[in-house]
């Protein structure tokens, strides 16, 4: 499974999506032009020291991502306020790309239509979205949940019940 974010805006977002695959294992991708310097300084302090321990991959266009993907096998799953699958109602697969569009515009036509599921996570009438990293962290989470691929338990955590 991998977590993809198409052309980011906000640095601390990415950061955040990078952190969260650091430590549940899933590699990140970063589909260009992002809204900013990958790998600036803003980057780096919201994925603090885990972007050391995270797989992390850029690709220059949706299309050299796009063809990775497919060589790959992978499905293409987008999460997008224009969804009409709730994420909880899917069926994840362990090779899943978990994609998520930029902030300001989420992604275009064409991403649309080469997505495998359109998923949305409901939210209450009248407010339109989550933030991208929340989004990605509850998605991921549901994901790993249903394929078994979280990470081993936590001893001390596990001991308290």
């Known amino acids: 499974m991998i977590l993809a974010l198409y052309c980011p805006d906000i640095a601390q977002n990415a950061g955040t999506c990078l ?3 650091a430590c549940l294992g899933v590699p990140v991708h970063i589909i260009e032009p992002a809204g900013f310097p990958v ?7 919201a ?4 972007l050391d321990h995270v797989d992390f991959e850029r690709h220059s266009s949706f299309a050299a991502f796009e063809a990775r993907r497919r060589q790959e096998g992978r499905r293409l799953v987008l999460f997008t306020t224009k969804g009409a699958r709730p994420f909880h109602d899917f069926a994840f697969r362990p090779d899943d790309a978990l994609l998520f569009g930029r902030e300001s515009a989420g992604v275009p036509d064409e991403v649309h239509a080469a997505a495998d599921a359109r998923l949305v996570i409901p939210l209450r009438s009248g407010l339109r979205s989550l933030n991208v990293a929340v989004a990605a962290g509850m998605a991921l989470a549901e994901a790993l949940r249903q394929t078994g691929l979280f ?4 001893p001390e955590v596990a001991e308290r019940g």
């Open 19 to 21: 952190r969260t695959g």
């Open 151 to 154: 990470p081993g338990s936590i």
């Open 47 to 50: 994925g603090m020291d885990y």
């Open 39 to 45: 790998g600036n300084a803003a980057f780096r302090r």
